[in-house]
């Protein structure tokens, strides 16, 4: 008994070095949130300083328009996540009934596809639909991130849903869409919730169609936080601040969503 | 012996087909799929008829646009800087599939066992992977910083001296990748993990009464049961390392020089900083090539190793 209780302790004192670079990495980030230039400029650094620049997060928002970028932010995630559920759930059902699963290999090579080569075409027909300077073309590009994740994660999770109930529904005279809508949708629920936070997290963080795409009133939070590094003299107070306030949400989501963000991502690599 | 268990496995396959076959009361499915096709239509077919349309002409933006055959595949195979980013990529995407390979399968081995804390700590080491990029990116810039950043101070006290990171051409790439391997260690480990709850006990309980030492269990027996879910891992991590982009452009943007340019980079300063079109295009062609060849040759790898696993069994 002694042994295996040992074994533990080591074990846990493993694990501990483990994580210790993500732990070290966040503590020192929050850390350059909250220090003066004088202290953040110190050598040998300072890990906690004696006075705490609040003062770093006020000027993220008082002299970036963080909050038009935060809004922006919002809204292209927003918009993307829910297009692509509207469009793909539906689409996820359908595939899985119609067993062309093969059909996915449409998927995959969105996935491999680098992003930049969907940003070409896809940059030179929103100038000419004169959209540049609106939230549209983001919104729509993202779709092609959105789209894939939730289609994706929608098929495998249709596959696994018992059809007797859909079958007993459509003899009871139910059309196609009432079966969907009534049956196969309430329990696919918590396949919906993966879908979502994984789509949520991914477009959030999407920086490269934001810097093409992006005019001065519609950068995402990516955008704006890597705008901060290369048009102003560089300090690293309120940048560390507002590297923070980006992945923030995320971190939150993460902690509070873990267990669906592995049932996600690893239910797409298994396969 | 394993073509006829696949030809077991077909038929079993065939048959369940029939017997789920809906029959009389089929319902029409295809309403359900058309806006989805329709969006990747648009988003995702539109753009590579485009892309490949224009990789076949001579187009500068602002410029007249004229049909120029091969020429800009031709100007790619001698364009020298394409060849050292092709170069970066093959260089960048190697290191950045092995490190994290080999120190996510040591985390999974690790989170596989029992210890106090170990869901607080995995959900912990879980975080990077869902971080935003670029914010992540500028603060590794600030902790490489040759001065000030906090590395350095860190390798002073194992008496190493300071290392100018990814201001320096010989130290960019592995910087980067350090980079990489912090953010992306946490999915192999994931992937891993769901490999290793698959494993079987008995065998280990055998092998322990045969005397075999830890490394011996991991070696013969581990190691081939998660060998699918390493292959997995590799094609996953190969296909995003070679398109990574954020990490790079956010700290680097291809220098010092062009000593981390990678494909991606250079497609993207080629299309958006000098607005060379039909040249960005072709280069988007033959990088999508590059990366379907890759994964083809992985999936190969998989393929094979699943049949030979198939024929031990």
Known sequence: MKRKALDRIGLLFVALVMVSPVVLFFLWMISLSLKYEIDNGAFPPIFIPERFAWSNYVKVFEENNFFLYLWNSVLVTGAATLLALVIGVPAGYGIARLKAEKSAVVIMIARMTPGLSFLIPLFLLFQWLNLLGTLWPQIIIHLVVTVPIVVWIMIGYFETTPMELEEAASIDGATPWQVFRLVALPIARPGIVVAFILSVIFSWNNFVFGIVLASRETRTLPVAVYNMLSFEQVSWGPLAAAALIVTLPVLILTVFAQRQIVAGLTAGAVK | ?313
Do not use: C
Request: overall charge neutral; proline content about 6%; charged content about 10%.
């Open chain 2, 1 to 313: 012996m394993s073509s006829v268990s696949m030809e077991a496995a077909t038929a079993a396959k065939a048959k369940q087909k029939q017997r789920s076959k809906p029959g009389r009361f089929a319902p029409n499915y295809w309403p359900f799929v058309i806006p989805a096709l329709i969006v990747v239509a648009a988003v995702i077919v539109f753009p590579w008829v485009f892309t490949l349309w224009m990789s076949v002409n001579s187009w500068t933006l602002g410029q007249a646009q004229v049909f120029a055959g091969l020429d800009n595949y031709l100007r790619l195979a001698v364009d020298p800087r394409f060849w050292d980013s092709l170069w970066h990529t093959v260089l960048y995407t190697t290191l950045s599939v092995v490190a994290p390979l080999f120190l996510g399968t040591l985390a999974a081995l690790i989170f596989d066992t029992q210890f106090p804390l170990r869901g607080i700590l995995r959900g912990v080491f879980v975080m990077p992977m869902m971080a935003t990029p670029v914010a992540i990116a500028l603060v590794w810039t600030m902790m490489f910083h040759p001065q000030l950043g906090v590395l350095n101070y860190l390798l002073s006290y194992v008496g190493i001296g300071p290392q100018e990171w990814i201001y320096n051409q010989m130290s960019v790439i592995p910087s980067l990748v350090l980079v990489e391997t912090w953010q992306w260690t946490p999915l192999v480990m994931l992937i891993v993990l769901g490999g290793l709850a698959a494993v079987p006990r008995e065998p280990y309980e055998s092998a322990e009464i045969d005397g075999a030492n830890v490394w011996q269990k991991f070696r013969y027996l581990t190691l081939p049961m998660i060998a699918p879910f390493l292959m997995i891992a590799v094609i996953i991590r190969s296909i995003d390392a070679v398109k990574s982009f954020d990490i790079i452009y956010a700290m680097t943007q291809g220098g010092p020089g062009t000593a981390s340019e990678t494909i991606n980079i250079y497609l993207y300063n080629t299309a958006f900083s000098y607005y060379d079109i039909g040249y960005g295009s072709a280069m988007a062609v033959v990088f999508f090539v590059l990366i379907v060849m890759l994964s083809f040759i992985l999936l190969m790898i998989k393929q094979r190793a699943n049949w030979s696993d198939g024929e031990a069994r």
